[in-house]
């Protein structure tokens, strides 16, 4: 299928090109004294995955471990409501081990280490969803693993900080600055910059420098390839539109690449937060510019000098001032559409699918699933298939807190 000149027929071999570009987004943008490290994870993954050897352990340890292939699931007590005919229905990602999408790529990322003879994996993480995928990774295959956490970050997401540390992981503190999520990537690229010859740095999105936005892609590409094969056996036809929330762009980049080559309307939803004005959402693809941050040329938030601005979402996983490069490609090509609710659609969807179809969502997915609802009652006919990227357990005492005394639990 040709889109706006690009044919997608041949697209996941010409992009990314060898240099990590999705047209003038992505690259590699890293300090000399990274470069060696970087370019040798590079050479090894684009060895590695051709391997058969490879390829069939991770298809094994995706079915035996992770419980892959997750379901599809017919929302029909949503759709219902709706009332128009249109039908909405969710891949089951929340169904995934640890119950989210990152264990794709933090699996993935693991069997690399492994398979280039490196001891340990290392990497940063904000709400701790991250570091507890890679964890979980970590103690399967028997490597070790420092995850760099900054010490706000940490008295906030307790809970997680123990995940990490039952699973065998050494969670170390960052104190410099703001002690969140942006010191703690820097003390976990200069720790892997002293460590590179026993470690592998594992990053938690299609984010940073080539060959990231590429590798996790193609780890998270699984979703989108059992998605399309489950709608249609159980339709008969391809659903009419694709619906995933972006934060770093992971999830919605493994759905999508399962439809990027298909007459499929396919939907990227931001986070709106409180509102439009800066530093109260984190839609960096809606109302960012161009630039370059964390090692890679992407659409970024900027405050008034041109550094990453302040973000806000409801949902820590969203919580991200740009996102992947590929994103922004596909932005550009008009063959993904971004769009944004805010918190409080959000929330309404939270409740709704839980109340309607037993399904606690993430509050990160429960943007795709606001967003498709506002869809539905645009179509007037057709399906729409979502992305349910986790699910809520890990958001119950946020929930609590806000809501506790809210309409929702008095209902
Ligand atoms: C981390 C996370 C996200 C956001 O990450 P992406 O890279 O944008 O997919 C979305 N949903 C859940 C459940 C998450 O844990």
């Given at each position: 299928?040709?889109?706006?000149?690009?044919?997608?027929?041949?697209?996941?071999?010409?992009?990314p090109d060898k240099d990590g570009f999705f047209g003038k987004y992505g690259g590699s943008f890293i300090p000399e004294e990274l470069?060696?490290?970087?370019?040798?994870?590079?050479?090894?993954?684009?060895?590695?995955?051709?391997?058969?050897?490879?390829?069939?352990?991770?298809?094994?340890?995706?079915?035996?471990?992770?419980?892959?292939?997750?379901?599809?699931?017919?929302?029909?007590?949503?759709?219902?409501?709706?009332?128009?005919?249109?039908?909405?229905?969710?891949?089951?990602?929340?169904?995934?081990?640890?119950?989210?999408?990152?264990?794709?790529?933090?699996?993935?990322?693991?069997?690399?280490?492994?398979?280039?003879?490196?001891?340990?994996?290392?990497?940063?993480?904000?709400?701790?969803?991250?570091?507890?995928?890679?964890?979980?990774?970590?103690?399967?295959?028997?490597?070790?693993?420092?995850?760099?956490?900054?010490?706000?970050?940490?008295?906030?997401?307790?809970?997680?900080?123990?995940?990490?540390?039952?699973?065998?992981?050494?969670?170390?503190?960052?104190?410099?600055?703001?002690?969140?999520?942006?010191?703690?990537?820097?003390?976990?690229?200069?720790?892997?910059?002293?460590?590179?010859?026993?470690?592998?740095?594992?990053?938690?999105?299609?984010?940073?420098?080539?060959?990231?936005?590429?590798?996790?892609?193609?780890?998270?590409?699984?979703?989108?390839?059992?998605?399309?094969?489950?709608?249609?056996?159980?339709?008969?036809?391809?659903?009419?539109?694709?619906?995933?929330?972006?934060?770093?762009?992971?999830?919605?980049?493994?759905?999508?690449?399962?439809?990027?080559?298909?007459?499929?309307?396919?939907?990227?939803?931001?986070?709106?937060?409180?509102?439009?004005?800066?530093?109260?959402?984190?839609?960096?693809?809606?109302?960012?510019?161009?630039?370059?941050?964390?090692?890679?040329?992407?659409?970024?938030?900027?405050?008034?000098?041109?550094?990453?601005?302040?973000?806000?979402?409801?949902?820590?996983?969203?919580?991200?001032?740009?996102?992947?490069?590929?994103?922004?490609?596909?932005?550009?090509?008009?063959?993904?559409?971004?769009?944004?609710?805010?918190?409080?659609?959000?929330?309404?969807?939270?409740?709704?699918?839980?109340?309607?179809?037993?399904?606690?969502?993430?509050?990160?997915?429960?943007?795709?699933?606001?967003?498709?609802?506002?869809?539905?009652?645009?179509?007037?006919?057709?399906?729409?298939?979502?992305?349910?990227?986790?699910?809520?357990?890990?958001?119950?005492?946020?929930?609590?807190?806000?809501?506790?005394?809210?309409?929702?639990?008095?209902?």
């Open positions: 299928m040709k889109f706006n000149e690009i044919d997608f027929d041949t697209y996941f071999k010409n992009y470069k060696e490290a970087i370019k040798e994870i590079n050479d090894a993954y684009q060895t590695i995955c051709k391997s058969s050897k490879f390829i069939s352990e991770l298809r094994r340890i995706r079915k035996e471990f992770q419980g892959r292939p997750t379901p599809i699931s017919h929302l029909e007590r949503l759709s219902k409501s709706i009332g128009n005919g249109v039908q909405i229905y969710v891949k089951r990602e929340d169904l995934n081990h640890t119950g989210a999408h990152k264990l794709n790529h933090c699996m993935g990322e693991a069997l690399l280490a492994k398979y280039m003879g490196k001891k340990k994996v290392i990497a940063e993480t904000g709400a701790g969803q991250h570091g507890v995928a890679l964890a979980t990774a970590a103690a399967y295959f028997g490597l070790e693993c420092d995850i760099y956490m900054g010490s706000v970050d940490i008295k906030k997401q307790a809970p997680n900080v123990a995940r990490m540390k039952i699973l065998g992981a050494r969670v170390i503190e960052v104190t410099d600055g703001l002690k969140t999520l942006k010191e703690a990537v820097d003390a976990a690229f200069a720790a892997y910059l002293k460590e590179y010859k026993t470690s592998i740095y594992c990053i938690g999105s299609v984010v940073g420098p080539h060959p990231f936005p590429m590798l996790v892609r193609d780890f998270q590409s699984v979703v989108g390839i059992e998605a399309r094969e489950q709608f249609l056996l159980m339709t008969g036809e391809l659903p009419d539109a694709v619906v995933a929330c972006v934060g770093g762009g992971s999830n919605a980049m493994g759905i999508f690449s399962g439809f990027l080559n298909y007459p499929v309307d396919i939907y990227g939803v931001e986070p709106l937060g409180r509102g439009k004005k800066l530093g109260d959402h984190a839609a960096s693809l809606t109302y960012g510019s161009e630039g370059i941050m964390h090692g890679f040329n992407s659409i970024m938030l900027k405050d008034e000098n041109g550094n990453p601005a302040p973000v806000y979402s409801i949902a820590s996983g969203l919580d991200y001032p740009s996102s992947g490069p590929e994103h922004a490609f596909l932005r550009d090509l008009g063959r993904v559409k971004y769009d944004v609710v805010d918190d409080s659609e959000t929330v309404d969807a939270f409740f709704k699918l839980s109340r309607l179809e037993g399904i606690i969502p993430a509050i990160e997915s429960s943007h795709a699933i606001a967003y498709a609802i506002k869809l539905a009652k645009k179509m007037n006919k057709g399906s729409i298939l979502v992305n349910l990227s986790g699910r809520g357990d890990k958001d119950m005492d946020y929930i609590i807190e806000k809501y506790g005394d809210s309409e929702y639990f008095k209902e």
